[in-house]
C-alpha cells in the first residue's frame, strides 16, 4: 500500500494550495481518509476527514471554512483545498487512511491509522 501526498510548498499569507493524496495497493473506496499535519515542536493533530464515499466530512475548529476535503474514488485519489492561509498554518502535511472509524472522524488519532503518506512540507511566509 501507498499513499502519495503532493501539493506542498511555500505560499504567502492569504495564498491558496490543493493538497493531492493518490493511493495504491488498496481499495481506496474502502477507507476513511484523512489529514493531519505537525508543526515543528507540536504533536501530530487532525485537520480533516472524509468518509468511504465522501457523505460526510469534518474539520478541525482551526480550518473550518477555509479548508476543503474531496475525494475521487475513481481516482484513488483524497484532496484538501487550502485557502486564507495563514502563517499558523505551516507545517508537514500527511494524508493517512483507516478502513474502520470507532465513533466519528472527529476521534481519530494518529495512532489508530491503518496507512500513512510520508507527507508534504506547507509553508506559509507573513
Known amino acids: 500500500v501507498q499513499l502519495q501526498a503532493s501539493g506542498g510548498g511555500l505560499v504567502q499569507a492569504g495564498g491558496s494550495l490543493r493538497l493531492s493524496c493518490a493511493g495504491s495497493?488498496?481499495?481506496?473506496?474502502?477507507?476513511?481518509m484523512v489529514w493531519f499535519r505537525q508543526a515543528p515542536g507540536k504533536e501530530r493533530e487532525l485537520m480533516s476527514g472524509?468518509?468511504?464515499?465522501?457523505?460526510?466530512?469534518y474539520y478541525a475548529d482551526s480550518v473550518k471554512g477555509r479548508f476543503t476535503i474531496s475525494r475521487d474514488n475513481a481516482k484513488n485519489t483524497v484532496y484538501l483545498q487550502m485557502n486564507s492561509l495563514k502563517p499558523d498554518d505551516t507545517a508537514v502535511y500527511y494524508c493517512?487512511?483507516?478502513?474502520?472509524?470507532?465513533?466519528?472522524?472527529?476521534?481519530?488519532?494518529?495512532?489508530?491509522?491503518?496507512?500513512w503518506g510520508k507527507g508534504t512540507q506547507v509553508t506559509v511566509s507573513s
Open positions: 472524509i468518509t468511504w464515499s465522501g457523505g460526510n466530512t
Open positions: 495497493g488498496l481499495t481506496f473506496s474502502n477507507y476513511v
Open positions: 493517512a487512511a483507516v478502513k474502520i472509524i470507532p465513533r466519528s472522524i472527529a476521534t481519530l488519532k494518529p495512532g489508530g491509522m491503518d496507512y
